[in-house]
Nanobody
Framework: RAQLVESGGGSVQSGGSLRLSCAAS????????MAWFRQVPGQEREGVAA???????MYTESVKGRFTISRDNDKMTLNLQMNSRKPAAPATYYC???????????????????WGQGTQVTVSE
């Protein structure tokens, strides 16, 4: 059974950096596409960054150039390096996994069938 556990959330000042990690277990991590989603209370969960089994990446427009997604297949870990820009409402960041059959990364929420519990991130002034 796939398990995903996020860590690294917290509060960061605008202009600062934060690194999220997701520890995976229970499945062939290297064969899976992985992604980070985020959700602000009262809003839909949105895709932030994705990486497929070959290491190809994609980002939502608002984070391009500021966020970097990476994976370590040996350690079965997914990471997200975030460089904040401005204060933002607290958001919960989720790690997600799907078996990679598409041949390219995706941020389509419905394609992912395994999710972590989330870790909260706040960007303050």
């Amino acid at each position: 059974r796939a398990q995903l556990v996020e860590s690294g959330g917290g509060s960061v000042q605008s202009g600062g950096s934060l690194r999220l990690s997701c520890a995976a277990s229970g499945f062939y991590f290297s064969r899976y596409s992985m992604a980070w989603f985020r959700q602000v209370p009262g809003q839909e969960r949105e895709g932030v960054a994705a990486i497929d089994s070959r290491g190809q990446t994609m980002y939502t427009e608002s984070v391009k150039g500021r966020f970097t997604i990476s994976r370590d297949n040996d350690k079965m870990t997914l990471n997200l390096q975030m460089n904040s820009r401005k204060p933002a409402a607290p958001a919960t960041y989720y790690c997600a996994a799907m078996e990679d059959y598409r041949g390219h990364p995706t941020l389509s929420r419905g394609q992912f069938d395994s999710w972590g519990q989330g870790t909260q991130v706040t960007v303050s002034e």
